[in-house]
């Protein structure tokens, strides 16, 4: 069994910045994909970055210059560094991985965290 935990969510002005964890623990054999989506009220869940092994970051254009995706896969944990915050930004972040234990493929949602960006 695999299981998510999110961390660094918070309160944030506008124009700081703020640092996401997401570690993976449990039965893991590889990780394939991690990234980062977020959902603010009454809108829909969009994705945010997502990272791959052996490929490059990718972002959608309303963080790209400002987020930063990372990984550490001694540690199975994805990072997103959130600089020059908006109140726009303000959401519940989810962290995403895609992988494979020994005996099948997982596809599995952290609990989210909590960001707020004031004016």
């Known amino acids: 069994q695999v299981q998510l935990v999110e961390s660094g969510g918070g309160l944030v002005q506008a124009g700081g910045s703020l640092r996401l964890s997401c570690a993976a623990s449990?039965?893991?054999?590889?990780?394939?994909?991690m990234g980062w989506y977020r959902q603010a009220p009454g809108k829909q869940r969009e994705w945010v970055a997502a990272?791959?092994?052996?490929?490059?970051?990718n972002y959608a254009d309303s963080v790209k210059g400002r987020f930063t995706i990372s990984r550490d896969n001694a540690k199975n944990t994805v990072y997103l560094q959130m600089n020059s915050l908006k109140p726009e930004d303000t959401a519940v972040y989810y962290c995403?991985?895609?992988?494979?234990?020994?005996?099948?493929?997982?596809?599995?949602w952290g609990q989210g965290t909590q960001v707020t960006v004031s004016s």
């Open positions: 995403n991985t895609k992988g494979y234990t020994a005996r099948s493929e997982f596809d599995l």
């Open positions: 449990g039965s893991i054999f590889s990780i394939n994909t």
């Open positions: 990272i791959r092994s052996g490929f490059s970051p």
